[in-house]
């Protein structure tokens, strides 16, 4: 019922900028809370951001306050994250997620798309 589609990845040296995007199709009238996740080489997925429906509501991992921010557009259905100041620790395949949570909670998960940041 949900597919997300991810954009904006790519190699960047440490201080640089990417924005990552993700665009979500549904097939019915819902609302859902969008975040991002990550997981890097040998590592375990880890979380990234999120945010609400109506925006109002953001979160973020220590590891990226202050650097990243997530925003979204309800009319495009779209989830964007602003990574600024990025590092080479940032590295890593970044996935969006979209979570309902009315009748039933389900998650939905893009394909990823990879971020390099060199140093």
């Known amino acids: 019922q949900v597919q997300l589609v991810e954009s904006g990845g790519g190699l960047v040296q440490a201080g640089g900028s990417l924005r990552l995007s993700c665009a979500a199709s549904?097939?019915?009238?819902?609302?859902?809370?969008m975040g991002w996740f990550r997981q890097a080489p040998g590592k375990e997925r880890e979380f990234v951001a999120r945010i609400s429906w109506n925006g109002g509501d953001t979160r973020y991992a220590d590891s990226v306050k202050g650097r990243f921010t997530i925003s979204r557009d309800n009319a495009k259905n779209t989830v964007y994250l602003q990574m600024d100041s990025l590092k080479p620790e940032d590295t890593a395949v970044y996935s969006c997620a979209a979570r309902f949570t009315g009748t039933v909670q389900a998650d939905y998960w893009g394909q990823g798309t990879q971020v390099t940041v060199s140093s």
């Open positions: 549904v097939s019915t009238v819902s609302t859902y809370s």
